[in-house]
Structure formats: C-alpha cells, structure tokens
C-alpha cells in the first residue's frame, strides 16, 4: 500500500485466514509445504510463526510470491529468506524456504 496505510492487527487466533490466505496466494507454485511453528505472546500483541517452502520455474514468481504475502491482508514481516536455483535438464527450478512472522492482537 502507500505510505501511511497501516493494516489493523487482526485478533488472535488468526491461524485459520492466515493459512487460506498463503494457501491461496501458494496455488501457483509448482508445490509447496506451509508449516506453523511457534505463537509467542509479547504484551498485548501474538507472533505467529509460519515457514514456507516452495518452488517455483521464474525468478519472477518467487518474488511475486514473496511481495504477495508481505501485501497480504495480514500485517507480518519475512526473515531468514533462502533462495535457490537448480538447473536440471534444461528445466530451471528457484526453491525459497522463508520465515514468516504474522502479527495478531490478544
């Protein structure tokens, strides 16, 4: 969004959209594995942990992937990003395995 939209904080337990949302923005990639880890409660706010892994054929689509979920409905922040690029066979395949962190109000 522009600068200055902040996107409200959804309340907490938010798993259920979080994971229809990157299950949906995920569907166009050639597969993928959506695991969530921890939730930590930090003053009145919850962090929900979620690392994705998936593979894609362009360097464009893992970062279209990657710009969906940072603009999705859901405020969150992306660490620890891996990117890899695998040749084989004339067929090119970029795997990214990232860490994502989802803000919720408790």
């Avoid at 959209?17 to 959506?34: F, H, K, R």
């Avoid at 859901?74 to 890899?84: A, F, G, H």
């Amino acid at each position: 969004g522009e600068k200055g939209d902040v996107k409200e904080l959804p309340a907490y337990d938010n798993g259920h959209n979080v994971m229809n949302q990157l299950s949906y923005i995920l569907a166009d990639t050639e597969e993928y594995e959506i695991s969530f880890s921890s939730v930590e409660e930090v003053d009145s706010t919850v962090r929900r942990g979620v690392t994705l892994n998936f593979s894609c054929k362009t360097y464009e689509m893992a970062k279209r992937v990657l710009t969906e979920i940072y603009n999705s409905d859901y405020r969150c922040i992306l660490k620890d990003l891996y990117l890899n690029c695998k040749e084989d066979n004339e067929q090119t395949t970029y795997n990214v395995i990232v860490d994502v962190v989802f803000f919720e109000y408790n």
